[in-house]
């Protein structure tokens, strides 16, 4: 038995010596120690043996197991590192290098760029993102927003009024024909906003608007605006002027002020044009070299957003929703992107936006 032992360790000894991978060895493994080996089996039966045999068998078989053990795990790890070798030397990538061809990264188009630093200035005053339907009701559009009949912005020179029966399947058509239309300002999400939730309420809202416009330097029939809305119980005109002083601030620099003048919405009373101090001449409306500054068309100030106090009779509309008229008050403000990206960029023609010329869009990365 012993002997036998002998050339077993011998046997083993001399397969690890010429196994060329680390594959071998697991069948060294298996076909020498594993459950079903030779030497397994005689410790296995030490028990029957005669009592004199037990202890050295017992010490001559284990022992051997151990050193075969050992002697594979050494053995391993020599092909490993050999192995590990190889495949770096096959593998010789250097993954510091670009790709090929280098991929062209994209950027965004300016008026996405200006829609999202407008988002950031309100969200960091705690104001909450919402977007809305782009068809849109007329109830929504012009009468929850306190436009009396007849009022000329309804009128189809200007809104564009959408076929009902060209509606998708499955969307019930309201009753008149003249009641679905393409949103023409972002203020019908005024309403929608209050129907869903009740004062306080903060939120901005961009996106398309459409009015039945020629397309020219300055108009476009798809154009993009940003809402703001802000209603509680103690909201006052002051701190209109302070929020959207601290809007073209961020926007504009740190230097500008703004100014109201008085205006006309049928949903904001008192209403408000607001002008910002021009950035190209400092509001003096004269250049440097004392010609008139042509952006400002030497008035100092430049017109940026329409905004005011919200109309009580537009909260008659979602009283039910927690916006009692004698309780609640705020204030709205409505600006078009394209005009905020014209005026911070000098870009001459608004057409520019639309275009998507390449040599254009690389300027505003
Ligand atoms: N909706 C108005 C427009 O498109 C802008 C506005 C919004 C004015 C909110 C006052 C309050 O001209």
Same mark, same amino acid.
């Given at each position: 038995?012993?002997? @036998?032992?002998?050339?077993?360790?011998?046997?083993?000894?001399?397969?690890?010596?010429?196994?060329?991978?680390?594959?071998?060895?697991?069948?060294?493994?298996?076909?020498?120690?594993? @459950?079903?080996? /030779?030497?397994?089996? &005689?410790? *296995?039966?030490?028990?029957?043996?005669?009592?004199?045999? @037990?202890?050295?068998?017992?010490?001559?078989?284990?022992?051997?197991?151990?050193?075969?053990?050992?002697?594979?795990?050494?053995?391993?790890?020599?092909?490993?590192?050999?192995? %590990? =070798?190889?495949?770096?030397?096959?593998?010789? &990538?250097?993954?510091?290098?670009?790709?090929?061809?280098?991929?062209?990264?994209?950027?965004?188009?300016?008026?996405?760029?200006?829609?999202?630093?407008?988002?950031?200035?309100?969200?960091?005053?705690?104001?909450?993102?919402?977007?809305?339907?782009?068809?849109?009701?007329?109830?929504?559009? #012009?009468?929850?927003?306190?436009?009396? +009949?007849?009022?000329?912005?309804?009128?189809?020179?200007?809104? #564009?009024?959408?076929? !009902?029966?060209?509606?998708? +399947?499955?969307?019930? +058509?309201?009753?008149?024909?003249?009641?679905? %239309?393409?949103?023409?300002?972002?203020?019908?999400?005024?309403?929608?906003?209050?129907?869903?939730?009740?004062?306080?309420?903060?939120?901005?809202?961009?996106? $398309?608007?459409?009015?039945?416009?020629?397309?020219?330097?300055?108009?476009?029939?798809?154009?993009?605006?940003?809402?703001?809305?802000?209603?509680?119980?103690? &909201?006052?005109?002051?701190?209109?002027? =302070?929020?959207?002083?601290?809007?073209?601030?961020?926007?504009?620099? !740190?230097?500008?002020?703004?100014?109201?003048?008085?205006?006309?919405?049928?949903?904001?009373?008192?209403?408000?044009?607001?002008?910002?101090?021009? #950035?190209?001449?400092?509001?003096?409306?004269?250049?440097?070299?004392?010609? *008139?500054?042509?952006?400002?068309?030497?008035?100092?100030? &430049?017109?940026?957003?329409?905004?005011?106090?919200?109309?009580?009779?537009?909260?008659?509309?979602?009283?039910?929703?927690?916006?009692?008229? /004698? $309780?609640?008050?705020?204030?709205?403000?409505?600006?078009?992107?394209?005009?905020?990206?014209?005026?911070?960029?000098?870009?001459?023609?608004? *057409?520019?936006?639309?275009?998507?010329?390449? $040599?254009?869009? /690389?300027?505003? @990365?």
């Amino acid at each position: 038995m012993l002997d @036998r032992i002998g050339e077993l360790r011998s046997e083993v000894e001399a397969a690890i010596a010429a196994s060329q991978a680390t594959g071998d060895l697991e069948e060294i493994r298996v076909r020498y120690l594993g @459950r079903k080996a /030779e030497l397994t089996t &005689i410790l *296995r039966g030490i028990a029957d043996l005669d009592p004199a045999e @037990r202890g050295p068998v017992g010490k001559a078989g284990n022992e051997a197991r151990g050193a075969l053990e050992a002697q594979l795990a050494r053995r391993r790890e020599e092909l490993e590192a050999g192995e %590990l =070798g190889e495949r770096l030397a096959g593998d010789r &990538i250097d993954v510091t290098l670009p790709g090929s061809p280098v991929a062209p990264a994209g950027s965004l188009n300016l008026l996405m760029r200006t829609r999202r630093e407008i988002e950031d200035v309100f969200t960091g005053l705690g104001y909450r993102v919402m977007e809305g339907p782009e068809v849109e009701l007329d109830y929504y559009n #012009f009468t929850a927003l306190n436009h009396p +009949p007849g009022h000329p912005a309804r009128m189809a020179q200007d809104t #564009f009024y959408v076929d !009902p029966g060209s509606l998708a +399947p499955g969307i019930e +058509p309201p009753p008149g024909p003249e009641d679905v %239309l393409l949103r023409t300002h972002t203020s019908p999400m005024q309403v929608r906003a209050m129907e869903a939730q009740p004062p306080p309420i903060f939120i901005v809202v961009p996106g $398309r608007t459409y009015r039945s416009d020629p397309f020219d330097a300055t108009h476009s029939p798809v154009f993009h605006q940003v809402e703001g809305l802000a209603v509680g119980e103690d &909201i006052t005109l002051a701190d209109l002027k =302070g929020t959207l002083d601290a809007f073209a601030q961020a926007i504009f620099g !740190p230097e500008r002020e703004t100014r109201f003048r008085p205006g006309f919405f049928p949903f904001t009373e008192p209403s408000v044009e607001v002008d910002v101090s021009c #950035f190209a001449c400092g509001g003096s409306g004269r250049l440097q070299s004392g010609e *008139r500054d042509p952006l400002c068309k030497g008035a100092g100030w &430049i017109e940026i957003l329409g905004a005011g106090m919200v109309d009580p009779n537009v909260y008659g509309f979602v009283a039910s929703h927690g916006y009692d008229p /004698e $309780r609640v008050q705020g204030f709205a403000f409505g600006m078009g992107i394209e005009r905020i990206a014209l005026l911070k960029h000098g870009v001459p023609d608004l *057409r520019k936006f639309f275009e998507n010329d390449v $040599r254009v869009l /690389e300027q505003f @990365r």
